[in-house]
């Protein structure tokens, strides 16, 4: 009998053992369930940090070209402000030569006026004088009397 006891008393240990390891393998696995789901959390944060990051290069890459097209056409918008400023430069100059050239032919313009105006006086004033010499002709000639 006392085999039968000590035999019974294992039994009674070992069940008891299996009971403890049945509640370690439960406790283990809620503990690998919320693990697992831990996990779950953390690669989908993960995931979406990644995400936000390739997002961040691609719009950083997109702004580095976009900066770069703008840099380059503020250069050529320059070279053409330049050019456009030495242009105006030149017009500006030659705007001056033709309102001094205007300026000159309207000096030009009333000093010819004027000799034109005194040239049409004097010539009124000669023909005048050549209607008064050809009538003092024909007087002189019919008191002569015509000697033809």
């Known amino acids: 009998n006392e ?60 702004d580095k070209k976009v900066i770069a097209y703008l840099d380059g056409r503020t250069h050529e918008l320059e070279i053409s402000l330049n050019a456009m400023e030495i242009m105006k430069t030149e017009i500006e100059m030659e705007l001056v030569k033709v309102k001094e050239e205007a300026k000159l032919l309207k000096t030009t313009n009333k000093r010819i006026q004027a000799e034109r105006k005194f040239l049409s006086e004097e ?20 008191e002569k009397g015509n000697p033809f």
């Open 3 to 62: 085999t039968s006891n000590k035999l019974e008393q294992e039994l009674v240990e070992k069940r008891s053992e299996i009971e403890d390891l049945k509640a370690k393998l439960s406790t283990y696995d809620r503990t690998k369930q919320v693990l697992v789901a831990k996990l779950h959390e953390v690669e989908t944060v993960l995931k979406k940090e990644i995400d936000q990051r390739d997002q961040a290069r691609a719009q950083i890459s997109s």
């Open 123 to 142: 010539v009124k004033s000669l023909r005048l004088q050549l209607s008064q010499a050809q009538q003092d002709s024909r007087n002189l000639v019919g």
